[in-house]
Nanobody, 117 residues
Framework: QVQLVESGGGLVQPGGSLRLSCAVS???????????MSWYRQAPGKDREWVAD???????NYADSVKGRFTISRDGVKKMVYLQMNSLRPEDTAVYYC????????WGQGTQVTVSS
């Protein structure tokens, strides 16, 4: 079965950087290239919101709130997805979730990112 495991969250000061990773397992051969991979986040008391996604052909899209600060990437050999987050702001504080989508929708358990001085 497909599993997604996020890592890399933590506490960072405003203006700092973090790199989130998502390890994908249970996808064999070249099927990982069929998946659109995304990052979502959910802040306390708010709905989960889409942050960024990347297709199997490396086409990327970003929410306006993170455009120019965050970069999503993927490694098809390692079956990894990354979110490089720069110039972090307190409003970026949330649990960040990795999502994989092809025929079905798969979610990781999330990793906490806290931006605070």
């Amino acid at each position: 079965q497909v599993q997604l495991v996020e890592s890399g969250g933590g506490l960072v000061q405003p203006g700092g950087s973090l790199r989130l990773s998502c390890a994908v397992s249970g996808i064999y051969g070249n099927r990982f290239n069929m998946f659109t991979m995304s990052w979502y986040r959910q802040a306390p008391g708010k709905d989960r919101e889409w942050v960024a996604d990347i297709t199997g052909s490396d086409s990327t899209n970003y929410a306006d709130s993170v455009k120019g600060r965050f970069t999503i990437s993927r490694d098809g050999v390692k079956k990894m997805v990354y979110l490089q987050m720069n110039s972090l702001r307190p409003e970026d504080t949330a649990v960040y979730y990795c999502n994989g989508r092809w025929l079905h929708n798969y979610w990781g358990q999330g990793t906490q990112v806290t931006v605070s001085s």
